[in-house]
């Protein structure tokens, strides 16, 4: 049985892969920012992507986005 997890914020990344997660859904802002303080949930995008390019990940964001990008 698959098990549904929430975590408000990742400390250390390897600790939360290791969980082996199939699917993570991942907000890009006001995440990670004790790992990847300037690129937030983007960088832990990147980095979960670069290793473990298997594991299915969803992003999203609650923010305000520019419309000019």
Request: net charge negative; aromatic share 10%; proline share 1%.
């Amino acid at each position: 049985m698959d098990t549904i997890s929430q975590f408000s914020d990742i400390d250390k990344i390897d600790d939360f892969i290791r969980k082996k997660y199939h699917v993570v859904v991942l907000d890009i802002q006001g995440v990670g920012l004790d790992i990847a303080e300037k690129s937030e949930g983007w960088g832990i995008l990147r980095y979960i992507k670069a290793n473990y390019p298997n594991i299915v990940v969803i992003i999203f964001t609650g923010a305000e986005v520019d419309n000019k990008i």
